[in-house]
């Protein structure tokens, strides 16, 4: 009998999980951005290492002595690559800015349906991408802040979608 019940609930219950496929936009922001974060599991919320830190912590962006640059290029599988970049530098006194931008992109890719399985002959293209604003101030020799304004992008096949986001972080260097 207990076998017959299960059997017979799956009938009427779908399996809501499947159904959540394609629902979320904008997740290119998950790729990690600097070699050194990837290898310590993106857990680099506190390092001031170079310029990409600041994708992770806006605040750290005041802990820079120096103008800072980091540049990534990442070759993904399917042909797919990103590409990011970043500056920062010292305005005047505490106050620092930084810019920074990201794309992830492919080549034009054939349009394929049930029905012309081999193409037909129209091809689309898939382009996500960000560019970034990042203030920061020192607000004692161990804290600082930092927000980060961004405008984010995405281009599937012709359908645009953009949003504005907004970073905010803190920074207490403890020794």
């Not at 219950?13 to 904008?26: N, V, Y």
């Not at 800015?97 to 492919?106: E, F, R």
């Not at 992008?153 to 905010?168: F, R, T, V, Y």
Request: aromatic fraction near 14%.
């Amino acid at each position: 009998m207990a076998l017959v019940s299960c059997g017979f609930s799956q009938n009427f219950f779908p399996i809501l999980g499947g159904q959540r496929a394609g629902t979320s936009i904008f997740t290119f922001l998950k790729i990690g951005v600097s070699a050194h974060a990837l290898g310590m599991g993106e857990a680099v919320v506190a390092l001031n290492q170079d310029a990409a830190s600041v994708y992770y912590n806006p605040a750290t962006i005041a802990q820079f002595k120096e103008i800072q640059f980091s540049t990534t290029h990442i070759e993904l599988p399917a042909e797919i690559k990103f590409d990011y970049f970043s500056m920062s530098r010292n305005v005047y006194g505490r106050h620092y800015l930084g810019i920074s931008a990201g794309i992830l992109h492919m080549a034009p890719m054939m349009e394929t349906t049930e029905y012309l399985p081999h193409g037909t002959g129209n091809y689309f293209v898939f382009q996500d991408r960000f560019f970034a604003l990042t203030y920061g101030a020192r607000m004692t020799d161990r804290f600082s802040f930092g927000i980060t304004l961004k405008h984010v992008q995405e281009n599937l096949a012709g359908n645009k979608m953009s949003a504005p986001m907004l970073d905010m972080g803190t920074f207490y260097w403890t020794g």
